[in-house]
């Protein structure tokens, strides 16, 4: 969908000229800087369980936020309509918080271009539901025709558009369609006295053809595949031990115990391990980290982050050596940076924050079957699900879904009920080999920061940490 085909007009009936009286108003009270943030969001959701429809919905949220700068200060409210007085009362709001000399002024706005890196045909909310559900039993038929032992199995399919349109005091005028879908299907597994559940899901920010390269029954096979494992799984050995990350899903303990750590605005403040270290060795010499909007269809991308700053490639951390944060422009201003395309929120209701988008590790020159046949005894970690992080510290409890022991080299055993402990800062010293094998994990992550929600990608190859404390109950 090319964003010359859209009538943007029924989404928000606000011409170029009410968008400058609008900033106009949000500056007189003596503001340096404001923007308008307009939204208009469909989503959709379908749960299939035990092979029929048990709940499906859709529904629209619109509105525009009105963000003023003065200094330090920063004004932020927000409106549900897009009549003139609703718009005027936002910025009158916004303006009030940061009042200084009155001032009256003109503003110009100009469209600006940028490639887009979501094209779609149709976006998926506005497909047919037959087919959604078409899907769903495919994802349902593969899980259970896996393995016998299948006893229940859950399918979701989410999606939505947001339909963008900005505006600053600086001239910047900008609009983009952001579509996203994703599947997950939860199966469970039964047998002797055990009961296990496997989980898999995917997306990204693509439409319903997401499904001709990553078919709904893979999905399902997959989720059973990891259900039938942990059956016959042996408890996770306790304690610090060497343990090998996989590639792809790991990223996410990357994104969490470090990435947000190197976000500006927790450095600008001081409460990040990486505080004023620019120059410095925060890890070892094998680890590069990046930061990037810019990979097509990746669920953490973006055309131009929501500040109108185009994304790019920031290296974070270069063989070992802190390079930079990612800046917001409210964050790039304070501290004399430049903003570096991370200025995310999660709707027109919040201000942006920086934020990161698809962050990994570049490749090193090992394969995963030499980082494993190094390992005298140790874990094997491939699949992550959900954890705990103290953002500004970088302590973290994370669970694993889908690991195994290594003994003399090889993969002996999988495991079950194993979480892994640590201090990412401290973990990524620790890092002894890296593979060649960089993957990114399908597009099913969601990052939480100050009460916002927004969608993200993790990537990471196969790594060796020489110590990491595994929690478990075996030995």
């Not at 009105?66 to 932020?76: F, K, N, P, T």
């Not at 496997?198 to 990204?204: A, D, F, K, S, T």
């Not at 990979?295 to 994304?311: A, C, H, K, V, Y």
Request: aromatic share 8%; with cysteine.
């Amino acid at each position: 969908m090319e964003k010359s085909d859209i009538a943007w007009e029924d989404f928000f009936p606000v011409d170029e000229r009410q968008i400058e009286r609008i900033l106009a108003c949000a500056l007189s009270t003596g503001g340096e800087y404001a923007d308008l943030y307009f939204e208009y969001r469909v989503d959709s959701m379908i749960r299939y369980e035990e092979q029929q429809v048990v709940n499906a919905s859709k529904g629209i949220a619109c509105g525009v936020g009105v963000r003023v700068v003065r200094g330090e200060q920063v004004g932020y409210a927000f409106s549900d309509g897009f009549s003139n007085e609703e718009m005027r009362q936002a910025a009158r709001a916004a303006a009030a918080i940061v009042r200084g000399t009155g001032r009256s002024l003109t503003v110009d706005v100009s469209p600006r271009t940028f490639p887009n890196r979501y094209p779609v045909a149709k976006v998926s909310v506005d497909c047919d539901v037959t087919g959604k559900l078409s899907l769903l039993a495919r994802a349902d038929a593969g899980a259970r025709g896996y393995d016998p032992r299948i006893s229940k199995v859950t399918a979701h399919l989410t999606d939505h558009v947001r339909y963008l349109m900005f505006a600053n005091s600086e001239g910047c005028f900008w609009r983009d369609v952001q579509p996203m879908v994703r599947v997950d299907v939860a199966a469970v597994a039964e047998a002797s006295n055990s009961r296990q559940s496997g989980y898999y899901g995917g997306g990204g920010r693509l439409g319903l053809e997401y499904f001709d390269t990553h078919p709904p029954e893979k999905h399902g096979q997959e989720s059973a595949r990891l259900a039938v494992l942990l059956l016959d799984a042996r408890e996770a050995p306790a304690g610090p031990q060497e343990v090998v990350l996989g590639s792809a899903d790991s990223g996410i303990l990357l994104h969490e115990a470090v990435g947000h750590g190197l976000e500006a605005d927790f450095n600008r403040k001081s409460l990040s391990n990486y505080s004023g270290r620019i120059g410095d060795m925060v890890a070892s010499p094998l680890c590069t980290i990046v930061d990037s909007g810019l990979f097509p269809q990746m669920r953490g991308s973006i055309n131009i982050d929501d500040e109108g700053t185009l994304p790019r490639e920031n290296v974070l951390i270069d063989n070992g050596r802190l390079r930079g944060y990612m800046h917001d422009r409210l964050s790039a201003r304070q501290t004399g940076a430049a903003p570096t395309g991370n200025g995310r929120r999660e709707s027109y209701r919040h201000m942006p924050l920086p934020r990161m988008t698809n962050t990994y590790m570049l490749p090193g020159s090992h394969t995963r079957e030499e980082i494993i046949a190094s390992v005298q005894r140790g874990i094997y970690a491939k699949r992550f699900g959900g954890g705990e992080v103290d953002i500004t510290k970088g302590d973290f409890v994370f669970s694993v879904n889908e690991s195994y022991l290594i003994e003399r080299g090889h993969i002996v055993a999988p495991l079950k009920n194993i979480s892994l402990i640590g201090n990412g800062p401290q973990i990524m010293t620790r890092v002894t080999m890296v593979g060649n094998d960089l993957q990114f994990s399908d597009g099913v992550w969601t990052c939480g920061k100050q009460d916002q929600r927004v969608p993200v990608g993790v990537g990471m190859p196969t790594i060796k940490i020489s110590q990491m404390t595994v929690g478990g109950t075996g030995h």
